[in-house]
């Protein structure tokens, strides 16, 4: 018995828990100590913890909804979309690790995110950074998730044809 892809599948599955568990144990706490809206700020006013319920998307987008229009929009089609994403690392077995750990990610925040709109209804979220030049929106640490792996994803698909200069029209190689 090859105990291989049996290894493989318990460290996706575990990248997977850990991940849902850092964004929901970081959640719990701002849930425990932070009133809706309660601002405390850090760093000259740079990093500011807020806790807000997003009953909607990226920045509240479709809060309005009705609520079996935001749970087939917000939770069930999500849920298929990250579902086919687990799936696809775990059956593709030439996929480069940098690949599988951000699609990971990227399922992980997710599923972060469902979690807490099945659950509470809406998605806390707490984080602002105000970087002098632009601040962004209150995010959690699934957001950072998400864009982490999709970042991970974007520089494997196409870093490799930055690595290697034999693909580079017009190059003297």
């Not at 700020?41 to 229009?69: M, Q």
């Not at 990250?82 to 690392?89: A, H, K, R, S």
Request: with cysteine; aromatic share 10%.
């Amino acid at each position: 018995m090859n105990s291989k892809p049996l290894v493989r599948t318990l460290i996706i599955l575990i990248l997977l828990c850990s991940n849902i568990g850092c964004d929901q144990f970081s959640k719990s706490i701002i849930r425990q100590h932070f009133s809706d809206n309660q601002q405390v700020s850090y760093i000259n006013n740079h990093l500011t913890f807020t806790r807000v319920e997003n009953a909607g998307a990226f920045l509240s987008v479709g809060h309005t909804l009705p609520r079996p229009f935001k749970l087939i929009l917000l939770a069930v089609i999500p849920l298929l979309v990250l579902g086919f994403g687990v799936l696809y690392i775990l059956t593709r077995r030439n996929l480069a690790l940098t690949t599988v750990l951000g699609i990971c990610f990227m399922v992980g925040g997710g599923l972060g995110n469902i979690y807490d709109r099945i659950i509470y209804g809406s998605v806390t979220d707490f984080l602002h950074i105000d970087f002098v030049l632009f601040q962004t929106g209150v995010f959690n640490l699934a957001d950072v998730s998400i864009m982490v792996g999709l970042f991970m994803v974007i520089v494997e698909t196409y870093g490799g044809r930055w690595r290697s200069t034999d693909d580079v029209p017009g190059y003297p190689g």
